[in-house]
C-alpha cells in the first residue's frame, strides 16, 4: 500500500520539530489535503497540536510500546482515507531507547523511518551557526545509508543575509533546503512540569497558534517540494491494523467510561478502539465537569494528564468522587494508569481525591521518565499474572505507599509497583494496548461480569 509521507526529524530535541510538524499539517490541511498526523515515540502531548492541525488523531508509533511488527500497520490504520502523512520524530533522529533488552537507537526516529520506508526531513536549528550547518547535516545524511535524508528546513533563522549564508553553505552538502523559518517568539508554545500544555487545554489559544504555525510554515518551506518528496515513498508490504482481529468480542457490551477533558488528556485512541472491538460501549466521562457517571457504568478507565494541575477542582467535585468509590466497592473494574492513579488515591498535594486506594500522593520536583519492561505480579481485571507488558513512565509525582500488599507490576530491574485491590488495577506504567490487546479483553469481560450502575442515579 503506498501513501505519501514524510518523517520530521532533528539533530536533538528542542530544535523545533513540533513547531514545524504542527504548522506543515495546518499548511496542507488548508490547502485541501487528508493529512495523518503521527508521532514517534510515547509523547502524548506533542501529537495534540498536529491532530488538532489536522482535525483528526495525532497517532503514536513506537516499536517499544507496540513492537516493530505493528508500526506500518498502525500506521496505515491511523492514516485511513489520508492523502498525505506527516510523522514528527522523537529527540535526535538516531536518539533511541535506552534500555538492556534492546540494541542502540531501538525506537529512534530513524529506527521507525526505516520501518515506514520514509524519507526524513531534517529540521535544523540555525539560530548558533552558519556555515557549521553543513557539516551538521553531511554528517546526518551519511551516518546510517539506510535511512534517507531528503531535505532540510532551517528553523530559527536570524535574517535575509543569515539565509543566505545556510543556504550556500548546504548547497555543497547535496540535501535540498525545503525552506526557512524565522524565529517567532510569538509562536512559542507554553510549557509546564512534564513538557508543553496539551493542546486540549488551550483551546481557542491553540488553535490561533495552530493556524498561525500554518501560515509561517506556507510562508516559508515549499509544500510543493515536501508534497513530492512524501510521493517518492515506496509502498508498504503490511496491511491496515485492524483491532477486531485482535480480540474476540465479549457477551453484554459493558458501559465503558474513560476519562477525559482537561485534567486527563493523555490517552493512545487505539485503547478505545480495542475495548470497542471487545463488546464494550465505550463512553466518556469529564471529571471536571460531569457529577456522576454515566446511567449504566459497567468499568472504568483513568490514564493519563495533569490532574495535579486541577487538584481543587477534581477534589470538589465530590459527588463523582463518590460515584467512582461507589463503583469500586460493588466491584466494578477499574483501570488507571499515572494521572488515574492519582485519582484514586487518598489525597493528591492534601486535596481529597477518590479515596478508593490509601494512598498519598504529592508532586516531586524529580522527573521520573524512562521505558519500562514488567510482568504482573498478580492476577487482575488488566493482567493474569506472569503477563509481560512493555510501557513507560512519565510524571512528577510521588504515591506513598509505591505499592501495595499485592502490587501491580515488578520491573525488570526495580521494586515492585502499582495496586491491585479487588477489581482495581491503579499503577506509573502508560500502556498502549495495541502491544498487548489480551488486555482490553480482559478488562471487556471483567466489566460484563459486573453488576453495572442503573437506577442509583435517580437521587441526582
Same mark, same amino acid.
Given at each position: @500500500?503506498?501513501?505519501?509521507?514524510?518523517?520530521?526529524?532533528?539533530?536533538?530535541?528542542?530544535?523545533?520539530?513540533?513547531?514545524?510538524?504542527?504548522?506543515?499539517?495546518?499548511?496542507?490541511?488548508?490547502?485541501?489535503?487528508?493529512?495523518?498526523?503521527?508521532?514517534?515515540?510515547?509523547? !502524548?502531548?506533542?501529537?495534540?497540536?498536529?491532530?488538532?492541525?489536522?482535525?483528526?488523531?495525532?497517532?503514536? =508509533?513506537?516499536?517499544?510500546?507496540?513492537?516493530?511488527?505493528?508500526?506500518?500497520?498502525?500506521?496505515?490504520?491511523?492514516?485511513?482515507?489520508?492523502?498525505?502523512?506527516?510523522?514528527?520524530?522523537? @529527540?535526535?533522529?538516531?536518539?533511541?531507547?535506552?534500555?538492556?533488552?534492546?540494541?542502540?537507537?531501538?525506537?529512534? &526516529?530513524?529506527?521507525?523511518?526505516? =520501518?515506514?520506508?520514509?524519507?526524513?526531513?531534517?529540521? %535544523?536549528?540555525?539560530?548558533?551557526?552558519?556555515?557549521?550547518?553543513?557539516?551538521?547535516?553531511?554528517?546526518?545524511?551519511?551516518?546510517?545509508?539506510?535511512?534517507?535524508?531528503?531535505?532540510?528546513?532551517?528553523?530559527?533563522?536570524?535574517?535575509?543575509?543569515?539565509?543566505?549564508?545556510?543556504?550556500?553553505?548546504?548547497?555543497?552538502?547535496?540535501?535540498?533546503?525545503?525552506?526557512?523559518?524565522?524565529?517567532?517568539?510569538?509562536?512559542?508554545?507554553?510549557?509546564?512540569?512534564?513538557?508543553?500544555?496539551?493542546?486540549?487545554?488551550?483551546?481557542?489559544?491553540?488553535?490561533?497558534?495552530?493556524?498561525?504555525?500554518?501560515?509561517?510554515?506556507?510562508?516559508?518551506?515549499?509544500?510543493?517540494?515536501? =508534497?513530492?518528496?512524501?510521493?517518492?515513498?515506496?509502498?508498504?508490504?503490511?496491511?491496515?491494523?485492524?483491532?477486531?482481529?485482535?480480540?474476540?468480542? %465479549?457477551?453484554?457490551?459493558?458501559?465503558?467510561?474513560?476519562?477525559?477533558?482537561?485534567?486527563?488528556?493523555?490517552? !493512545?485512541?487505539?485503547?478505545?478502539?480495542?475495548?470497542?472491538?471487545?463488546?464494550?460501549?465505550?463512553?466518556?466521562?469529564?471529571?471536571?465537569?460531569?457529577?456522576?457517571?454515566?446511567?449504566?457504568?459497567?468499568?472504568?478507565?483513568?490514564?493519563?494528564?495533569?490532574?495535579? %494541575?486541577?487538584?481543587?477542582?477534581?477534589?470538589?467535585?465530590?459527588?463523582?468522587?463518590?460515584?467512582?468509590?461507589?463503583?469500586?466497592?460493588?466491584?466494578?473494574?477499574?483501570?488507571?494508569?499515572?494521572?488515574?492513579?492519582? !485519582?484514586?488515591?487518598?489525597?493528591?498535594?492534601?486535596?481529597?481525591?477518590?479515596?478508593?486506594?490509601?494512598?498519598? &500522593?504529592? @508532586?516531586?520536583?524529580?522527573?521520573?521518565?524512562?521505558?519500562?519492561?514488567? %510482568?504482573?505480579? &498478580?492476577?487482575?481485571?488488566?493482567?493474569?499474572?506472569?503477563?509481560?507488558?512493555?510501557?513507560?513512565?512519565?510524571?512528577?509525582?510521588?504515591?506513598?505507599?509505591?505499592?501495595?500488599?499485592?502490587?501491580?507490576?515488578?520491573?525488570?530491574?526495580?521494586?515492585?509497583?502499582?495496586?491491585?485491590?479487588?477489581?482495581?488495577?491503579?499503577?506509573?506504567?502508560?500502556?498502549?494496548?495495541?502491544?498487548?490487546?489480551?488486555?482490553?479483553?480482559?478488562?471487556?469481560?471483567?466489566?460484563?461480569?459486573?453488576?453495572?450502575?442503573?437506577?442509583?442515579?435517580?437521587?441526582?
Amino acid at each position: @500500500m503506498s501513501l505519501p509521507r514524510v518523517v520530521v526529524a532533528a539533530p536533538s530535541s528542542n530544535a523545533g520539530k513540533t513547531s514545524v510538524t504542527t504548522g506543515l499539517v495546518a499548511a496542507l490541511t488548508a490547502r485541501g489535503l487528508a493529512v495523518s498526523p503521527h508521532k514517534v515515540g510515547p509523547d !502524548y502531548i506533542d501529537p495534540g497540536y498536529a491532530g488538532l492541525a489536522a482535525g483528526r488523531p495525532g497517532r503514536n =508509533l513506537d516499536p517499544w510500546l507496540v513492537g516493530e511488527e505493528r508500526i506500518a500497520p498502525l500506521f496505515l490504520h491511523g492514516a485511513r482515507g489520508a492523502d498525505v502523512a506527516v510523522v514528527e520524530g522523537v @529527540m535526535g533522529l538516531f536518539d533511541g531507547a535506552s534500555h538492556p533488552e534492546v540494541e542502540p537507537g531501538f525506537a529512534s &526516529t530513524a529506527h521507525v523511518a526505516r =520501518l515506514l520506508r520514509a524519507p526524513v526531513v531534517l529540521v %535544523v536549528d540555525a539560530s548558533s551557526q552558519a556555515r557549521s550547518v553543513a557539516a551538521l547535516v553531511h554528517g546526518f545524511a551519511t551516518f546510517d545509508p539506510s535511512v534517507r535524508l531528503g531535505g532540510v528546513v532551517l528553523n530559527r533563522v536570524g535574517s535575509d543575509r543569515h539565509e543566505a549564508i545556510l543556504r550556500e553553505a548546504l548547497d555543497a552538502a547535496g540535501v535540498p533546503v525545503l525552506g526557512a523559518v524565522r524565529r517567532l517568539a510569538e509562536l512559542g508554545t507554553p510549557s509546564r512540569h512534564l513538557g508543553l500544555v496539551p493542546a486540549a487545554e488551550r483551546s481557542a489559544e491553540a488553535l490561533a497558534t495552530v493556524r498561525r504555525l500554518g501560515e509561517v510554515v506556507a510562508e516559508g518551506i515549499d509544500l510543493d517540494a515536501v =508534497l513530492r518528496l512524501a510521493r517518492t515513498a515506496p509502498g508498504l508490504a503490511a496491511a491496515p491494523w485492524d483491532p477486531a482481529a485482535e480480540v474476540t468480542p %465479549v457477551p453484554g457490551r459493558p458501559r465503558i467510561a474513560v476519562a477525559g477533558g482537561p485534567a486527563f488528556t493523555f490517552g !493512545y485512541a487505539e485503547n478505545a478502539e480495542l475495548l470497542a472491538a471487545a463488546g464494550a460501549e465505550v463512553v466518556t466521562v469529564d471529571p471536571l465537569r460531569d457529577e456522576a457517571l454515566p446511567e449504566g457504568t459497567a468499568g472504568l478507565v483513568v490514564g493519563g494528564g495533569f490532574p495535579e %494541575v486541577y487538584a481543587d477542582q477534581l477534589s470538589a467535585n465530590t459527588t463523582l468522587r463518590a460515584d467512582i468509590a461507589a463503583l469500586t466497592a460493588r466491584g466494578g473494574p477499574v483501570a488507571a494508569e499515572c494521572a488515574g492513579l492519582l !485519582y484514586l488515591a487518598r489525597e493528591l498535594d492534601g486535596s481529597p481525591m477518590c479515596g478508593v486506594l490509601d494512598v498519598a &500522593t504529592a @508532586m516531586t520536583p524529580r522527573l521520573t521518565l524512562g521505558y519500562r519492561s514488567a %510482568v504482573a505480579l &498478580t492476577d487482575s481485571v488488566l493482567a493474569r499474572a506472569g503477563t509481560r507488558v512493555r510501557g513507560h513512565e512519565f510524571h512528577r509525582t510521588h504515591a506513598l505507599p509505591a505499592a501495595g500488599p499485592t502490587p501491580a507490576w515488578q520491573w525488570s530491574a526495580g521494586a515492585p509497583e502499582g495496586f491491585v485491590s479487588g477489581s482495581v488495577h491503579a499503577s506509573y506504567l502508560h500502556l498502549n494496548w495495541a502491544g498487548s490487546p489480551a488486555l482490553a479483553e480482559r478488562l471487556v469481560a471483567a466489566c460484563a461480569a459486573a453488576v453495572p450502575e442503573r437506577a442509583s442515579h435517580a437521587h441526582r
